[in-house]
């Protein structure tokens, strides 16, 4: 019984000292993108973007487009003001990158969470414009009983001088 003990104890031993060392031993460097380094670029860039009047986004989108920019492209078109149209077309950027989920390839994660805020940003305009149009047609709704309200109060009005004019 003891020796059997001591016999799996000892060959635990051994196979987690194995087990540590093959952790501890560095693998292969993880295969980040050529994006690395980009993110005090990306960020000075979005704020220049954001600051900027009308015509230079323009001409910011324009030189990206042009560059074959697609990450850039991507951040740029999925800035808080942005209407749908870029945010699908940041989205569809986004997905062209194939980003890898390495957690050491910080400019490839930096892109994965904007492209998860940009997505959040898209829900939530189709929820907003959703909303929005469900008012409208609540308002029309409102409208329409109003003016059948009013239309019966006439009616009532009209029947009720017509029943005085009787009576006198």
């Known amino acids: 019984m003891y020796k059997t003990l001591l016999a799996t104890c000892l060959t635990l031993s051994i196979t987690g000292c194995q087990f540590d060392q093959a952790l501890i031993q560095p693998g292969p460097a993880p295969a980040c993108s050529p994006l690395a380094n980009k993110i005090d670029h990306w960020l000075t860039l979005e704020s220049q973007y954001q600051q900027a009047e009308p015509e230079k986004k323009s001409l910011m989108l324009k ?8 990450a850039t492209l991507a951040l740029l078109l999925s800035q808080p003001d942005s209407n749908t149209a870029q945010l699908k077309t940041s989205i569809a950027l986004f997905e062209d ?3 890898t989920d390495e957690p050491s390839c910080d400019a490839e994660q930096y ?9 959040s940003v898209m829900i939530l305009q ?12 609540l308002r029309k709704v409102r409208d329409k009983m109003s003016q059948q309200i009013e239309a019966l109060t006439r009616i009532e009005k009209d029947l009720s001088t017509h029943n005085d004019g009787e009576e006198n």
């Open 63 to 70: 030189q990206f487009t042009e560059i074959k920019d697609t």
């Open 97 to 99: 990158l194939k980003l």
């Open 111 to 119: 892109l994965a969470v904007r492209y998860q805020y940009t997505q």
């Open 126 to 137: 189709r929820a907003l414009n959703n909303a929005d149009a469900e008012r409208k047609r």
